[in-house]
């Protein structure tokens, strides 16, 4: 069982930063390949980036490409999103998400992020 905390969310103007963190909880973090995604309003929830377990492959939504910078610190058993130049159309509920073979899959309950023009 793995439980996910997301924090660093908040009101930033446009052209603003965040980094978002994930905690994660239990010693078997580093063998989990962790995600962020995003939910606005009245949307689907949709992929905004991912990690490998190693933190060597990364990957990212076409949207958020050259902006965003996801790591990670197994040490720490956390997961960081870095948002660099946000813009309104950013502004969602960002979620945390564990992935393992075979077939565990874990989401935390998400944090904020509002972006004013």
């Known amino acids: 069982q793995v439980q996910l905390v997301e924090s660093g969310g908040g009101l930033v103007q446009a052209g603003g930063s965040l980094r978002l963190s994930c905690a994660a909880s239990g010693r078997t973090f580093s063998r989990y390949a962790m995600g962020w995604f995003r939910q606005a309003p009245g949307k689907e929830r949709e992929f905004v980036a991912a990690?490998?377990?190693?933190?060597?492959?990364?990957d990212y939504a076409d949207s958020v490409k050259g902006r965003f910078t996801i790591s990670r610190d197994n040490a720490k058993n956390t997961v960081y999103l870095q948002m660099n130049s946000l813009k309104p159309e950013d502004t969602a509920l960002y979620y945390c998400k564990a992935t393992r073979a075979p077939g565990y899959v874990y989401w935390g309950q998400g944090t904020q992020v509002t972006v004013t023009s």
């Open positions: 990690i490998s377990w190693s933190g060597s492959t990364t």
